[in-house]
C-alpha cells in the first residue's frame, strides 16, 4: 500500500466512525429519549448541533419527564457536543490534510502566476507545499 491509500483508508475509517457513533448513534437515542422528536428530528437536531449552525429549535431536556435529571441530561448533551465537535474538526483536518483531495491544490497549481522584474515576466512553478 503506498502512502495514499493508507491516508485514504484512515480517513474512511474516521468517517465511517464518525457517521455511526457521533450522527446515527446519538440520534437514536435522542429519538428514544426525546417524546415527540421523529428519527428525522433527532438527525437534523444532531447535524445542527455539530456543525455549529444550532439554530435552537430543538433543545433536548426540556419536557416535564426529564425534570428530575435535567442537569445531568443537559450536561451529558453538552459533553456529546463538544467531544463531537473535536471528532468532526479532526476528521476534517484528516481529509484537508490528504493533497490527491484537497481541492485548493489543485486549483493553486493549474493558476498563471507571473511576477515581474525589471520588465520581465518571469512564471512560477507551483509545488505541493504552497
Known sequence: MNN?????????????????????????????????????????????????????????????????????????VGLFLLLGLVFLSLTLTVFYDMPQLNLGLHLLRHRDISDEEDGNMIKRKHTDSE
Do not use: C
Request: charge should be negative; charged fraction near 15%.
Open 4 to 76: 495514499f491509500q493508507v491516508r485514504l483508508m484512515h480517513l474512511a475509517t474516521m468517517g465511517s466512525l464518525f457517521l455511526l457513533f457521533l450522527m446515527l448513534l446519538p440520534s437514536v437515542i435522542f429519538y428514544l429519549l426525546e417524546p415527540g422528536w421523529t428519527v428525522l428530528d433527532a438527525l437534523y437536531f444532531v447535524f445542527i448541533s455539530l456543525t455549529t449552525i444550532g439554530l435552537g429549535d430543538y433543545i433536548p431536556g426540556d419536557n416535564k419527564m426529564h425534570e428530575p435529571y435535567r442537569d445531568g441530561y443537559k450536561m451529558g
